[in-house]
């Protein structure tokens, strides 16, 4: 595909993979959350994790698959961040750290993907997807966690 054109994708195929990769790393969070009896939030991270693999299967810049894909992701952080704060454990903190660790790792993505210097070098695109496949593993263990003391 020409990364010209109007339909750009957002990676080259060889640094995608691995977001595509990670994404799989749902369908583990959805299973621990069905495991410790959470069955809507294993609902949604079943439903997070098939749109992920949806949009990074093929990652366009600007097409309805990344629009769905980043919408359910933000709104479920939302309703995570929303149910985590009545969850009384004195460990939810740890939760918290590993989301925080996740959004780190988001905003990096997006600083090494718009740097305007290394904007579509090699360097840039291997930086930004690391620290995307970051965010993956971090939110998954985070979830897994918040499932493991509600």
């Given at each position: 595909?020409?990364y010209?054109?109007?339909?750009k994708?957002?990676?080259?195929?060889a640094?995608s993979?691995?977001?595509?990769?990670?994404?799989?790393?749902?369908?583990?969070?959805?299973?621990?959350?069905r495991?410790?009896?959470?069955?809507?939030?294993?609902?949604?991270?079943l439903?997070?994790t098939?749109?992920?693999i949806?949009?990074?299967?093929?990652p366009?810049?600007?097409?309805?698959r990344?629009?769905?894909?980043?919408?359910?992701a933000?709104l479920?952080?939302?309703y995570?961040?929303?149910?985590?704060?009545f969850?009384t454990?004195?460990?939810?903190?740890?939760?918290f750290l590993l989301?925080?660790?996740?959004?780190?790792?988001?905003v990096?993505?997006i600083?090494?993907?718009?740097?305007s210097?290394l904007?579509g070098t090699?360097i840039?695109?291997?930086?930004?997807?690391?620290?995307?496949?970051?965010?993956?593993i971090?939110?998954?263990?985070?979830n897994?966690?918040?499932?493991?003391l509600?």
């Amino acid at each position: 595909m020409d990364y010209d054109n109007k339909l750009k994708l957002l990676y080259p195929p060889a640094f995608s993979q691995r977001m595509l990769k990670t994404s799989f790393l749902g369908f583990g969070a959805s299973w621990w959350a069905r495991n410790c009896e959470q069955e809507e939030l294993a609902a949604l991270a079943l439903i997070v994790t098939i749109c992920s693999i949806n949009h990074w299967r093929q990652p366009l810049m600007n097409s309805w698959r990344r629009l769905i894909d980043v919408t359910i992701a933000n709104l479920s952080f939302a309703y995570h961040i929303y149910l985590a704060i009545f969850v009384t454990s004195r460990l939810i903190f740890l939760v918290f750290l590993l989301w925080f660790a996740a959004a780190c790792c988001y905003v990096s993505a997006i600083r090494w993907g718009t740097s305007s210097r290394l904007r579509g070098t090699d360097i840039a695109y291997k930086k930004a997807s690391m620290y995307h496949c970051g965010l993956h593993i971090n939110a998954m263990l985070g979830n897994c966690l918040f499932y493991y003391l509600l």
